[in-house]
């Protein structure tokens, strides 16, 4: 948290290990990933790291990452990501491999790498093209430029956005406006009721999945991603297996 939850090559090891956890275990029917605290999902790499590491580790670095964000793609079980503020680089990366993003009004989206330099390197140059366009992909890569949850909602980038309204009981207004200190606290305790009315609704659409026959919500999911890499009478061969396949099963 103290660095709003950049990914370190620690964070990218546990991360992979919990992933390995919760794909092998059957009573777990929906993942939702979201950032400790309410300032950020995750700020991305650890530039910290970065300035210090030559091409040789820079190359390992981004591998380490890819492979676990390719497995949380890959994960035969829905992945929804609970977007709590700054999901930037491999932040919105990360973000981009699960299968529904839900976003906070705070959430901030963006591939800023190369005002340090560098372009996405895990996976923001294929994943954002699928998802916005490419033309739309460019201006986001080229600029570098961070866009509110509402604009990542209107293209395409998260499903839904989180807002607070009036039936949500926020504290007092401050009525010493010259006292920082407290309005600091006051925009804390919003930020917190703002995160936890997002992850109440990232749980409430993962119950709604679970209700679900679970084979039929498993070979969608591949069949979706087999969608986005392969041509359509490919495509509609392997439904047609994936199809067939679920008459095996009770549901």
């Not at 950020?40 to 790499?45: I, L, T």
């Not at 084979?215 to 969608?227: D, R």
Request: glycine share 8%.
């Amino acid at each position: 948290p103290e660095a709003l939850n950049a990914m370190n090559t620690d964070v990218i090891a546990e991360l992979s290990r919990s992933i390995d956890i919760v794909g092998f275990d059957d009573s777990i029917r929906v993942v939702i990933i979201t950032g400790s605290g309410e300032k950020s999902f995750c700020a991305g790499a650890d530039i910290a790291y970065m300035v210090n590491i030559d091409p040789m580790q820079a190359e390992k670095y981004a591998a380490s990452a890819q492979t676990v964000l390719n497995k949380i793609e890959k994960l035969d079980k829905p992945v929804i990501a609970a977007v709590n503020g700054f999901a930037l680089g491999g932040g919105c990366e990360l973000s981009m491999v699960c299968d529904m993003r839900i976003a906070s009004s705070n959430a901030k989206m963006g591939q800023p790498e190369v005002t340090i330099g560098i372009p996405p390197g895990w996976g923001g140059t294929q994943r954002l093209v699928k998802l916005v366009g490419p033309a739309k992909a460019k201006e986001l890569i080229f600029t570098g430029k961070m866009i509110s949850a509402q604009e990542a909602y209107e293209i395409g980038l998260v499903n839904k956005v989180v807002t607070l309204g009036n039936e949500d009981q926020l504290p007092p207004e401050v009525d010493d406006k010259s006292d920082p200190k407290k309005e600091k606290e006051r925009a804390a305790e919003i930020a917190k009721i703002l995160n936890k009315k997002l992850i109440n609704e990232c749980v409430a659409l993962a119950k709604e999945i679970t209700k679900i026959g679970f084979t039929a919500v498993k070979v969608s999911k591949t069949l979706i991603n087999k969608a986005l890499d392969t041509d359509l009478d490919t495509g509609l061969r392997l439904e047609i297996y994936g199809w067939a396949l679920c008459f095996a099963h009770e549901d």
